[in-house]
């Protein structure tokens, strides 16, 4: 059900992090069209980013987040095989994780 990517891309001494995750994104007011019933709240509440096992960004979240969330941030400090990894955890229990390495330039 939910997927998370990630890329990231070296420009000028910064690393730009682009992190798309695939999930309903839910805050439990919407109702549901056939029955009318309320759907259940389902969200992402934790998002950590880490530098080779280092925690270097953490966000806690709410349901006021769109569909398929987006996210993009400029990290300083990021060297050529260094492993960026990105987890998420949800309100229902679910998590999902991507991890790459920044590699040099073609």
């Known amino acids: 059900m939910t997927k998370t990517k990630i890329r990231?891309?070296?420009?000028?001494?910064?690393?730009?992090?682009?992190?798309?995750?695939?999930?309903p994104m839910e805050h439990g007011r919407n109702r549901d069209?056939?029955?009318q019933e309320l759907i259940p709240a389902h969200f992402i509440k934790t998002l950590t980013v880490s530098q080779?096992?280092?925690?270097?960004?953490?966000?806690?979240?709410?349901?006021s987040i769109s569909k398929n969330p987006y996210f993009a941030f400029w990290l300083k400090g990021i060297a050529n095989g260094d492993l960026i990894r990105v987890d998420w955890f949800d309100n229902q229990g679910l998590s999902g994780?991507?991890?790459q390495r920044l590699?040099?330039?073609?």
């Open 8 to 23: 990231l891309n070296a420009k000028n001494g910064k690393t730009e992090l682009k992190i798309l995750i695939a999930h």
């Open 33 to 35: 069209p056939e029955t």
């Open 52 to 63: 080779n096992g280092k925690t270097i960004l953490s966000a806690q979240m709410a349901g």
């Open 97 to 99: 994780s991507a991890e």
């Open 103 to 106: 590699a040099e330039p073609s």
